[in-house]
């Protein structure tokens, strides 16, 4: 069973950045993705990489604003906040290499760090 703890969350300003990671218990040799939910709404996909680091994927909202990495820990960067990334922001491990945007091919969660953004 692989357990993942996200770190990195709080509350920034509007155009600010804050930096989330996600340690796993164990090397993960799949792809991986930042997913998030905000009050009231659905889980939404952020991004994704695959298992080597060398293809990602992002939403379009977050397009240009945020980088997702790995080396032995999973990282999203995001800069030019907005208060519509207030989310709760969840790391994912999925059963596949290639980075993919579908929630069902995730088999591990974390719990979630809390990103706030005011105006």
């Known amino acids: 069973q692989v357990q993942l703890v996200e770190s990195g969350g709080g509350l920034v300003q509007a155009g600010g950045s804050l930096r989330l990671s996600c340690a796993a218990s164990?090397?993960?040799?799949?792809?991986m993705g930042w997913f998030r939910q905000a009050p009231g709404k659905e889980r939404e996909f952020v991004a994704a990489i695959s298992w080597s680091g060398g293809a990602t994927d992002y939403a379009d909202s977050v397009k240009g604003r945020f980088i997702i990495s790995r080396d032995n820990m999973l990282h999203l960067q995001m800069n030019k906040l907005k208060p519509e990334d207030t989310a709760l922001y969840y790391c994912?491990?999925?059963?596949?290499?290639?980075?993919?945007?579908?929630?069902?091919?995730?088999?591990?969660w974390g719990q979630g760090t809390q990103v706030t953004v005011s105006s």
């Open positions: 994912a491990a999925a059963r596949i290499t290639w980075a993919t945007r579908n929630q069902n091919a995730y088999d591990y």
């Open positions: 164990t090397a993960i040799s799949n792809a």
